[in-house]
Nanobody, 123 residues
């Protein structure tokens, strides 16, 4: 069982930026897809971005053009660069591994969810 630890969240003003990191306790080299999700209070967990082992990416419409997902297999880490943040981006952000983009879209993760990292966008 690989453990995933998210970090990098915090309080930021609207229009600001944050870079989230997801560090895995094992190798992610052979994992087909890594994804970031978020869950706001009272709402369901939603997909934010997914990246495949072939570095294809998929983004939620709400974050396209503002967020960028990337992976560093050598460091077993996945990143989420978030720019032009909006108050509606406020949520706890989680990462996980998936067998395919389809499984990511279906929220069928390979591992247990971690604690996540809180992102708060507020003036």
């Amino acid at each position: 069982q690989v453990q995933l630890v998210e970090s990098g969240g915090g309080l930021v003003q609207p229009g600001g930026s944050l870079r989230l990191s997801c560090a895995a306790s094992g190798s992610i080299f052979s994992i087909n897809a890594m994804g970031w999700y978020r869950q706001a209070p009272g709402k369901q967990r939603e997909l934010v971005a997914v990246i495949t082992s072939g570095v294809s990416t998929h983004y939620a419409d709400s974050v396209k053009g503002r967020f960028t997902i990337s992976r560093d297999n050598a460091k077993d880490t996945v990143y989420l660069q978030m720019n032009s943040l909006k108050p509606e981006d406020t949520a706890v952000y989680y990462c996980n591994a998936f067998g395919s983009i389809l499984q990511a879209l279906r929220v069928e993760p390979m591992y247990s969810w971690g604690q996540g990292t809180q992102v708060t966008v507020s003036s």
